[in-house]
C-alpha cells in the first residue's frame, strides 16, 4: 500500500498520529492526517485539565470535534489520559486524600461514560513510575491517596465503558534493564495474576537518537506481550529523524504480534512539542522526509 494507514492494515496494525483540535481547521494538516493515519490520540483534549476544568464541570468541545473527525473516517481513537499527575486543573492539583482519590474516580467514569463505545483504547493511567534507579512510583498527589491508586483507576474505567481496551502509558520504559521498565512489568504482572483489567502498555518512545532507543527495544516489547498485554507505541517521536531509527523501530513492532500499532506524536515538525528538534515524518512544508519513506518500506 501507498500510505501508512493502509500498509500498517495490511499488517494487522495500525498508524495514528496525535492531533490537536486547533489544526483541523488547516487543510495542508487534514490532507496528511486523512491520507495516511487510521489512528488518532488527542494531543492534549482529553486530558484532566481540558475535560474537567472546574470540579464538577465538563467540557468535551474540543475531544468531541477530534473523535467525530476521527469516527467519520474510520479512524480509531486512542483516549489520552483519564488519570495523570501533570496537566491536572488548579482544582485538582489542590486537592489530597480521599477527596482526590474520590474525584479522580468520578473524572474517570464522568469523561469514559461519555466516551463510551467510542474510543478503542484508554489510556486510563500515564506516567506513574519514577525515573532512574529506584524502580518506585513516581511522588504525586495521586500516589499520596494510596498505592492501589492505578488498579483502582482501571477498576473505574471499566466499569464506564466495559468494551474499551485499557492500557498503562509510559516513558523511558524502553530500555528491558532498566529498573522503571522492570517496574511496570513487575506491576502489569501483578495486575493480571490478580485479575485487575488491564488490556495494553503504552511505550511512548521518545527518543533522542541512538542514544535512548535501546537494542532490546524489541525484547521490551515481546516480553510486555509475554504476559498477556497489547503493547503500542504510543507517542513515537526521535530526534532530527534518523530513517534508521524509524525503521528499527517499526521492525521491531512487527516482529513482535501483539504490537498492534504506531502512534507519532504529530505530523509535521511544525506540529511537534519538540519542533526544535525535527523529529517527525513531515517537514514543516507538509513533505515526507526519508523517515517516512523508511517507515512505509518497512511496513
Ligand atoms: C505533550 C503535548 O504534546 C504538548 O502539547 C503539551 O504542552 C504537553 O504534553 N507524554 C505524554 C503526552 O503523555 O501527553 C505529552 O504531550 C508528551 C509527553
Redesign the pocket.
Same mark, same amino acid.
Given at each position: 500500500a501507498t500510505t501508512l494507514g493502509a500498509s500498517a492494515a495490511e499488517r494487522g496494525r495500525f498508524f495514528g498520529t @496525535?492531533v @490537536?483540535a486547533g489544526r483541523l481547521s488547516d487543510s495542508a494538516y487534514t490532507t496528511i492526517l486523512n491520507r495516511e493515519f487510521n489512528q488518532v490520540t488527542p /494531543? +492534549?483534549e482529553m486530558?484532566i485539565d481540558a475535560t474537567e476544568p472546574q470540579q464538577g464541570q465538563f467540557s468535551y468541545g474540543n475531544a468531541d470535534r477530534i473523535v467525530s473527525h476521527a469516527r467519520s473516517r474510520g479512524m480509531q481513537v486512542r483516549g =489520552? &489520559?483519564l488519570a #495523570?499527575h501533570?496537566?491536572q486543573p488548579g482544582w485538582m492539583q489542590s486537592m489530597s486524600g480521599s477527596a482526590l482519590r474520590q474525584a479522580m474516580l468520578n473524572h474517570i467514569t464522568q469523561v469514559a461514560t461519555h466516551f463510551r463505545g467510542q474510543i478503542a483504547w484508554w489510556?486510563v493511567v +500515564? /506516567?506513574a513510575y519514577a525515573d532512574g534507579s529506584s524502580g518506585a512510583r513516581r511522588d504525586s498527589n495521586l500516589q499520596r491517596t494510596g498505592n492501589d491508586w492505578i488498579e483502582a483507576a482501571f477498576r473505574a474505567a471499566d466499569a464506564a465503558d466495559p468494551n474499551a481496551q485499557l492500557c498503562y +502509558?509510559d516513558?523511558n520504559t524502553d530500555n528491558w534493564n532498566d529498573a522503571k521498565t522492570q517496574a511496570v512489568y513487575r506491576m502489569v504482572q501483578d495486575f493480571k495474576q490478580r485479575g485487575v483489567p488491564i488490556d495494553c502498555v503504552g511505550l511512548?518512545s =521518545?527518543f533522542t537518537g541512538g542514544s535512548n532507543y535501546p537494542s532490546n527495544y524489541r525484547t521490551t516489547l515481546s516480553s510486555f506481550a509475554a504476559l498477556g498485554v497489547d503493547v503500542h507505541i &504510543? /507517542?513515537l517521536d526521535i530526534r532530527n529523524a534518523p530513517a534508521d531509527a524509524y525503521r528499527n523501530v517499526t521492525n521491531d513492532c512487527l516482529a513482535v504480534a501483539r504490537c498492534k500499532g504506531i502512534t507519532v #506524536?504529530?505530523i509535521r515538525d511544525s506540529d511537534? #512539542?519538540r519542533s526544535g528538534e525535527s523529529p517527525l515524518l513531515f517537514n514543516g512544508s507538509g513533505g515526507k522526509k526519508a523517515a517516512y519513506d523508511a517507515v512505509l518500506t518497512a511496513l
Open positions: @496525535a @490537536a /494531543e +492534549n486530558k =489520552h &489520559t #495523570w501533570s496537566q489510556d +500515564n /506516567e +502509558n516513558y511512548q =521518545h &504510543t /507517542e #506524536w504529530g511537534s #512539542w
